[in-house]
């Protein structure tokens, strides 16, 4: 699941200030997204940047399919889990 991926990243940059500074380092390249998930696959997580865009657009589809029709709203956006991943490292200590 690419949220375990995403929070193991994290945890091991919360431990290696380094390693915090490459994945930040990756948002100012040319292809941003893409050198991200080059580097998180470098360091064995398998991401890859469509399963990134797709992770909120799959829990929203889950909660409409969840009650079978009746009733429930589709979630009008979702969340960017590159956005959030980068929020929450930016603001770790």
């Known amino acids: 699941m ?3 991926e995403l929070d193991k990243i994290l945890s ?3 431990k290696d200030p380094a390693l ?6 990756t948002r100012k390249s040319d292809e941003p997204v ?3 998930c080059a580097l998180c696959r470098s360091l064995g997580c398998q991401i890859t940047a469509g399963e990134l865009f797709t992770v909120g ?3 929203s589809d889950a909660k409409l ?3 079978n ?3 429930v709203n589709a979630i009008d956006g979702w969340d960017d889990a ?3 991943f980068f929020s929450s490292l930016i603001w770790m200590k």
């Open 2 to 4: 690419i949220e375990l």
């Open 12 to 14: 091991e940059a919360r």
């Open 20 to 25: 915090k500074e490459r994945l930040l380092k």
């Open 34 to 36: 893409e050198d991200f």
């Open 57 to 59: 657009m799959d829990s």
């Open 65 to 67: 399919r969840s009650v």
């Open 69 to 71: 029709g009746g009733g």
């Open 82 to 84: 590159y956005e959030q």
